[in-house]
């Protein structure tokens, strides 16, 4: 199964992105691609041979096309698609398995999750991976792809840098959503994995909502309905960690950021993000980041010192 990995990262180059209808006896024309292009079909089918291949699409699919392919009608049929043309430079072809796919965007998805927020490590999951076939079974997902499209066709005003922006982004969330289906569905065999996984986001969502105030056991078992010791071992599969180690995680990465923004004192960033007192707060920092949290504020303060001294 052929998959692109797309580094979004990269502001993604859109070339044309319109709407087309072919209306029998009208075929789609021959031709080879000088850039990536992607189709999404809204009605009817379209049956192309490309390199040879037979490649046919129905509403609901989402195919990217490879720069360099050759495309030839096989047939007329009445067909309303999107299509999108762009340019990138760090985007990787790849064969991947059905089953080493998954793995890729499970793998990632747990990362996601662990990552701290306030960090540049969130960006390396801009880096998408998305099959290149893609079929959207949800109407409500594929009418939210259908609407970025329509709100981004290119016109002359497109070369302004706002609206052209806007457009590369649209590209990119269509992308995300792709990959985001992708790891929503899985294989059928998987449907504990995937019900054990919304189970552990839905609870992370919650702690990194709430991370201010007391977290227990008690508290979960009331706003999930579900047994702690059964959901914290699902918790600990998907996280590995505990619900009680990642909500101390959570607030340790807003802790961090409030010393590094603001001119709070330990004492003070200590309560405002949830823990019991300012010593809990300081022997958890040093035991998960490996200095106090002093040491840690002073760090981000010698930049200033320096610029002090040079004076």
């Known amino acids: 199964m052929k998959c692109f990995q797309i580094d979004l990262n990269e502001v993604l180059r859109v070339v044309l992105l319109g709407k087309e209808a072919l209306i029998p006896p009208r075929m789609h ?13 809204v009605k009817g089918s379209l049956v192309l041979n490309v390199n040879m291949d037979t490649v046919t699409l129905e509403a609901g699919d989402v195919y990217l096309f ?7 009608p096989a047939k007329s049929s ?21 089953a080493e796919y998954e793995a890729v965007l ?3 998805r747990e990362q996601c999750m662990r990552a701290d927020s306030f960090s540049t490590q969130c960006y390396d999951f801009l880096n998408v991976v998305i099959k290149q076939k893609n079929h959207i079974a949800s109407e409500k997902l594929f009418n939210s792809i259908k609407e970025l499209m329509q709100n981004s066709i290119l016109t002359t005003d497109c070369k302004y840098p706002k609206k052209r922006l806007a457009v590369s982004n649209a590209l990119a969330s ?19 994995s995937r019900k054990s996984y919304e189970t552990a986001r839905k609870i992370a969502s919650y702690i990194e909502q709430h991370y201010a105030e007391p977290i227990t056991g008690k508290l979960i078992e009331q706003k999930f309905f579900l047994s702690y010791d059964y959901v914290n071992t699902v918790f600990c599969e998907i996280m590995g960690c505990t619900i009680i180690k990642y909500c101390n995680i959570v607030r340790i990465q807003h802790a961090k950021a409030k010393m590094r923004a603001t001119n709070l004192t330990i004492k003070e960033v200590a ?16 035991k998960n980041e490996g200095i106090s949290p002093s040491e840690y504020k002073r760090k981000f303060l010698k930049v200033l010192d320096k610029e002090g001294t040079d004076e």
Not at 276 to 281: L, P
């Open 29 to 41: 024309y021959s031709r080879y691609l000088t850039e990536y292009v992607m189709y999404v079909v």
């Open 66 to 72: 490879r720069e360099g392919d050759q495309q030839v």
């Open 78 to 98: 009445f067909c309303e698609y999107y299509y999108i043309h762009f340019r990138a430079e760090r985007i990787r072809e790849t064969e991947l398995s059905e």
């Open 106 to 108: 499970q793998k990632k």
């Open 174 to 192: 269509v992308l995300i959503k792709l990959e985001n289906n992708s790891i929503q569905r899985g294989s059928s065999n998987k449907q504990k």
């Open 271 to 286: 309560m405002e993000t949830g823990f019991e007192n300012a010593y809990y707060f300081s022997r958890l920092f040093k």
